[in-house]
T-cell receptor, first 116, second 113 residues
């Protein structure tokens, strides 16, 4: 089966611009997660979708970040306007069961965002 | 989720067993121990998880102490491709809510040729 796909793999934008990251989870996975690692820091949780609903968005840093998952399939994460501190790698993950006891999450390869 | 403590870095000779320790002294009875790794420039990869029994799969073995306050991930025959940062994560698994993973700093494992 295809894994979790993220697009683009790299993005370089200027401060103040808008960027939209896309994640295609594994087909049939209801749970979709966004994480990010900013420079020198640990990987941090951003939010969790169950189908099209936001289950937990406690990790979203501020209102410049907007995540959507219309139709419960792919998800987008928009940063508007981008700031220098948003630079980092954004990972998406998906899982089949809400109680993922028998499955680990499957992560995508990430989108490396650089804000200049 | 309970906090975990791991060594910052470790080396292991190629072909030998790599034993990565993790302390989780505040773990609760319903919390699982998960291991992930991140190979440079890739997303985290699930390795194995367990509750209280030792577990083995095609990638690794997980040994959990009887009091569950610590665990060891074992890569039986390390190869150069096992060089990565390894994360030990303790997580409550429930039917709803709070399914996020809390990553620490992990252990940077370097396999030496």
């Amino acid at each position: 089966e295809a894994g979790v796909t993220q697009f683009p793999s790299h993005s370089v934008i200027e401060k103040g611009q808008t960027v939209t990251l896309r994640c295609d989870p594994i087909s049939g996975h209801d749970n979709l997660y966004w994480y990010r690692r900013v420079m020198g820091k640990e990987i941090k949780f951003l939010l969790h979708f169950v189908k099209e609903s936001k289950q937990d968005e406690s990790g979203m840093p501020n209102n410049r970040f907007l995540a959507e998952r219309t139709g419960g399939t792919y998800s987008t994460l928009k940063v508007q306007p981008a700031e220098l501190e948003d630079s980092g790698v954004y990972f998406c993950a998906s899982s089949q069961d809400l109680v993922a006891e028998n499955y680990g999450y499957t992560f995508g390869s990430g989108t490396r965002l650089t804000v200049v | 989720d309970a906090k975990t403590t791991q060594p910052t870095s470790m080396d292991c000779a190629e072909g030998r067993a790599a034993n990565l320790p993790c302390n989780h002294s505040t773990i609760s009875g319903n919390e699982y121990v998960y291991w992930y790794r991140q190979i440079h420039s890739q997303g985290p990869q699930y390795i194995i998880h367990g509750l209280k029994n030792n577990e083995t799969n095609e990638m690794a073995s997980l040994i959990i102490t009887e009091d569950r306050k610590s665990s060891t991930l074992i890569l039986p025959h390390a190869t150069l491709r096992d060089t990565a940062v390894y994360y030990c994560i303790v997580r409550v698994s429930t039917n709803f809510g709070n399914e996020k993973l809390t990553f620490g700093t992990g252990t940077r494992l370097t396999i030496i040729p």
